[in-house]
Nanobody
Framework: QVQLVESGGGLVQAGGSLRLSCAASGRTFSSYVMGWFRQAPGKEREFVAAISWYGDSLTYADSVKGRFNISRDNAKNTVYLQMNSLKPEDTAVYYC????????????????WGQGTQVTVSS
C-alpha cells in the first residue's frame, strides 16, 4: 500500500509560480512511476506530467509543456511539480499518482492517488 500526500497548492495570479510536492510512504519510492493529473470543475480528469522510476524519462501534456517541470527526489520520497507562467486555465485540483508497473498518460493505469490539492489562478 502506498500513501500519497500533496501540498503546495493555493491561489496565485496569472503569470505566477507554484511548486506542488507529493510525499509518498509505504514502499521503496524508486519502485514506482510518479505523476500528476488535474481536474477542473465540470471537466474530466486530465494528465499533466509523469516521471519514470529513476527520473530518466519525463512526459508532459502539451498544455503545460515548457511551463511545468516534474522532478523527484528518491532520497526524500517526494515528487515535485514546478508550475511557472500559470494561466487561469490551469485552475484545478491537482492529484499526485503512483504505480509500480505503468508509465502512462492514462489515469486508469495508476493504482494510487493522493487526496488532491487545489490550485487557483486568478486573471
Amino acid at each position: 500500500q502506498v500513501q500519497l500526500v500533496e501540498s503546495g497548492g493555493g491561489l496565485v495570479q496569472a503569470g505566477g509560480s507554484l511548486r506542488l510536492s507529493c510525499a509518498a510512504s509505504g514502499r521503496t519510492f524508486s519502485s514506482y512511476v510518479m505523476g500528476w493529473f488535474r481536474q477542473a470543475p465540470g471537466k474530466e480528469r486530465e494528465f499533466v506530467a509523469a516521471i519514470s522510476w529513476y527520473g530518466d524519462s519525463l512526459t508532459y501534456a502539451d498544455s503545460v509543456k515548457g511551463r511545468f517541470n516534474i522532478s523527484r527526489d528518491n532520497a526524500k520520497n517526494t515528487v515535485y511539480l514546478q508550475m511557472n507562467s500559470l494561466k487561469p486555465e490551469d485552475t484545478a485540483v491537482y492529484y499526485c499518482v503512483a504505480d509500480f508497473k505503468h508509465y502512462s498518460t492514462n489515469p486508469s493505469r495508476y493504482e494510487y492517488w493522493g487526496q488532491g490539492t487545489q490550485v487557483t489562478v486568478s486573471s
